[in-house]
């Protein structure tokens, strides 16, 4: 006697063919919902009913197999109904990716032209703060609407304060670097009186909190921390290959909410620093020698520096070696693009996702 065969197995249906019945459904959910009106009652009907029919196929938590042929079938009677009556509404797989593609490039400009903004450092002059090849994001909404590649505003709704890192667009006809982006800090806003007394910067009279601040393995030299620090070459800033060291301080300041940190040639008494780096005189000077209102004949506001309205006054971190606000001016509010808020690569990998706000 022939012993009872088994009954033959269900043949299931592969990862692919579920994945793109599973595709299909989607596809054509998003076209009843958004073309059924058009369509009409009779085929958004007619195409609802082949979906329930695709999804009773499919895996489930009740039913974890799928019978191969049922989900073909299923998938093709969809496909077919689709095309019967949204069929001028399916897209071809090429424009879906073109229109991927022109969207999300819509999206950046938006983002990039309105939003934020990514801008790489490059230069040493917001050392300690910021280091060379930095790159940061840029928010381009803090003080208002911009209008697209443009650092003119078009919408006001608020202004630069004190102790905010911001980006500007240079403007000095002639000069090799108009039209450039800068990043500095905001020292002085509209209305304040400010100069800069042996490192100690004076706002409306008052001299900003500072204290003594330094890196664990700096030496104290008469109970002040001095430490060397790499001087970049200004046409040539590598941050990898300095052009040399020197002896420098730091301090902390305090400005508001606002605390960072300032870098200054460590001075032997004059305006020179140990090992013959430039040590700045104080700001702004008596003779002028080419520094903004430098002039005291010309300054009324003497020996302050009065910033007038629609304008703020920045300088580097780095004080000393630092291209800035007391070499070519005031920065007016519509050169500027946005407010610095994070660091999002560093090569030092611990100061990435830093906030400097």
Same mark, same amino acid.
């Given at each position: 006697?022939?012993?009872?065969?088994?009954?033959?197995?269900?043949?299931?249906?592969?990862r692919?063919?579920?994945?793109?019945?599973r595709e299909?459904?989607g596809?054509?959910?998003?076209?009843v919902?958004?073309k059924?009106k058009?369509a009409g009652k009779?085929?958004?009907a007619?195409?609802e009913e082949?979906?329930a029919?695709? %999804? *009773?196929?499919?895996p489930?938590? &009740?039913?974890?197999?799928?019978?191969? #042929? !049922?989900?073909?079938e299923?998938? $093709? @009677?969809l496909d %077919? *109904?689709?095309?019967?009556?949204? &069929?001028?509404?399916r897209?071809?797989? #090429? !424009?879906?990716y073109v229109?991927? $593609? @022109?969207w999300a490039?819509?999206?950046?400009?938006?983002?990039?032209?309105f939003?934020?903004e990514?801008?790489?450092?490059p230069s040493?002059?917001?050392?300690?703060t910021?280091?060379?090849?930095?790159?940061?994001?840029?928010?381009?909404i803090s003080y208002g609407?911009?209008a697209?590649?443009?650092s003119h505003?078009?919408i006001h709704?608020?202004?630069?304060e004190?102790?905010?890192?911001?980006?500007f667009?240079?403007?000095?006809p002639g000069?090799?670097?108009?039209?450039d982006?800068?990043?500095k800090?905001?020292?002085a806003v509209?209305?304040d009186?400010?100069?800069?007394?042996?490192n100690i910067l004076?706002?409306n009279?008052?001299p900003?909190?500072?204290r003594?601040?330094?890196?664990?393995?700096w030496i104290?030299?008469?109970?002040?921390?001095?430490?060397?620090?790499p001087v970049y070459d200004s046409?040539?800033?590598?941050?990898?290959?300095?052009?040399?060291t020197c002896?420098c301080?730091?301090?902390?300041?305090?400005?508001?909410?606002?605390?960072y940190?300032?870098?200054?040639?460590?001075?032997d008494g004059g305006?020179?620093?140990?090992?013959g780096c430039?040590n700045?005189?104080?700001w702004?000077?008596?003779?002028g020698r080419?520094?903004?209102?430098?002039d005291?004949a010309?300054?009324p506001?003497?020996?302050?520096?009065v910033?007038?309205?629609?304008?703020?006054?920045v300088?580097?971190?780095n004080?000393?070696?630092?291209?800035?606000?007391?070499?070519?001016?005031?920065?007016?509010?519509d050169?500027?693009k946005?407010?610095?808020f994070?660091?999002?690569?560093?090569r030092?990998?611990?100061?990435?996702?830093?906030w400097?706000?």
């Amino acid at each position: 006697m022939t012993p009872p065969q088994p009954r033959k197995a269900e043949s299931g249906a592969s990862r692919q063919a579920i994945r793109r019945a599973r595709e299909l459904q989607g596809e054509a959910l998003r076209l009843v919902k958004r073309k059924g009106k058009v369509a009409g009652k009779a085929a958004t009907a007619a195409v609802e009913e082949r979906i329930a029919e695709l %999804a *009773a196929t499919l895996p489930s938590r &009740g039913k974890p197999r799928a019978d191969a #042929l !049922r989900v073909d079938e299923a998938t $093709i @009677a969809l496909d %077919a *109904a689709l095309e019967k009556h949204f &069929g001028r509404f399916r897209k071809g797989m #090429l !424009r879906e990716y073109v229109e991927a $593609i @022109a969207w999300a490039i819509v999206l950046a400009l938006i983002i990039r032209s309105f939003i934020f903004e990514a801008f790489s450092i490059p230069s040493g002059s917001m050392l300690p703060t910021l280091q060379i090849g930095d790159r940061l994001f840029v928010n381009k909404i803090s003080y208002g609407l911009y209008a697209p590649f443009s650092s003119h505003r078009l919408i006001h709704w608020g202004e630069p304060e004190r102790g905010n890192i911001i980006v500007f667009e240079f403007d000095s006809p002639g000069d090799k670097h108009d039209g450039d982006d800068y990043i500095k800090r905001v020292v002085a806003v509209a209305g304040d009186r400010v100069r800069l007394d042996d490192n100690i910067l004076y706002v409306n009279g008052q001299p900003v909190q500072t204290r003594p601040t330094a890196p664990e393995e700096w030496i104290a030299t008469g109970g002040v921390p001095v430490g060397r620090c790499p001087v970049y070459d200004s046409d040539q800033d590598d941050p990898i290959d300095p052009s040399g060291t020197c002896a420098c301080v730091q301090q902390e300041e305090t400005v508001g909410d606002h605390r960072y940190i300032t870098q200054h040639m460590a001075s032997d008494g004059g305006h020179f620093a140990v090992g013959g780096c430039m040590n700045m005189p104080d700001w702004p000077l008596h003779d002028g020698r080419g520094r903004y209102f430098g002039d005291a004949a010309s300054n009324p506001a003497w020996p302050d520096v009065v910033i007038p309205e629609g304008h703020v006054f920045v300088m580097g971190d780095n004080r000393d070696r630092s291209e800035d606000g007391r070499y070519w001016g005031l920065v007016p509010y519509d050169h500027i693009k946005g407010v610095a808020f994070v660091i999002w690569f560093a090569r030092d990998t611990s100061r990435i996702l830093n906030w400097l706000i």
